[in-house]
């Protein structure tokens, strides 16, 4: 199932919880990718006062503190949690009792032996497709982990055919977290075998056009099982 998210890429998170509450949503996603252990606690104390009842998959950072996991877990029924490879930003705190329920991102080479560690794979589709065009060879060896071991949930954002900038890293690439036109998400279909039962909306748009995003993908026959 595709589900809306709460991003803080964009700053935006407190607005989104305001609009989740204007849409009656009980079951949405959450990415603190931009948020530190104090910004984290006065989200979750703003989170409690929204009618949001379910959160499927939470994208914690390499600061989390195992009592977050302990209470969005116990407050917000949380299925799945993902994060980065240690190989990228090593986790600062011993969330070891964790490790079964948390998945490991597709942002740098996967690693079977790491993936093992923990859950199994969050599959970031666009990282894959922008791999298919950047890095042939990370693309082909990523393919081959991901017929072999578990994928539990993923990340859809949208994928562009002209070549962007990514500030942060410096790198080309064609993602990007906001979606300008439905057609940047036919993508998928070459994925289509890769769905996993969770997947998040990793957009920075709002929660009532990232609903439209999802009826647009839900009347797509090869996402007929999501």
């Keep these: 199932m595709i ?13 989104k919880l305001e609009e989740a509450t204007k849409l009656g949503l009980e079951e ?11 910004e984290r606690k006065n989200f979750y104390e703003l989170l409690e006062r929204t009618k949001i009842r379910r959160i499927p998959l939470v994208h914690i ?16 029924t949380v299925e799945t949690f993902n994060c980065h490879s240690s190989r ?6 011993d969330i070891s009792p964790w490790k079964k329920k948390i998945f490991i991102e597709n942002t740098v080479p996967l690693q079977e032996s790491e993936i093992r560690e923990y859950a199994g794979i ?7 497709e922008d791999n298919y ?62 769905f996993p039962p969770i997947m998040a909306l990793e957009l920075e748009n709002s929660l009532e056009e990232q609903l439209k995003i999802i009826d647009y993908l839900s009347s797509k026959t090869w996402a007929s099982k999501v």
């Design 133 to 194: 065009f950047l890095r042939r060879d990370v693309y082909e060896s990523n393919i081959k982990i991901l017929d072999n071991c578990h994928i539990g949930c993923a990340h859809i954002s949208t994928f562009k055919k002209i070549c962007l900038v990514e500030k942060i890293v410096n790198h080309r690439l064609f993602r990007t977290h906001r979606l300008q036109e439905f057609s940047d998400m036919n993508y998928l279909e070459k994925y289509q075998k890769y």
């Design 3 to 15: 589900y809306p998210s709460i991003v803080t890429t964009d700053g935006n998170h407190f607005k």
């Design 28 to 38: 949405v996603c959450f990415f603190a990718t931009q948020l530190s252990l104090e």
């Design 122 to 128: 969050c599959l970031d589709f666009s990282h894959l």
């Design 61 to 76: 950072r390499q600061d989390f503190e195992i009592w977050e996991l302990d209470y969005l877990t116990k407050r917000f």
């Design 88 to 93: 990228e930003f090593p986790l600062k705190n």
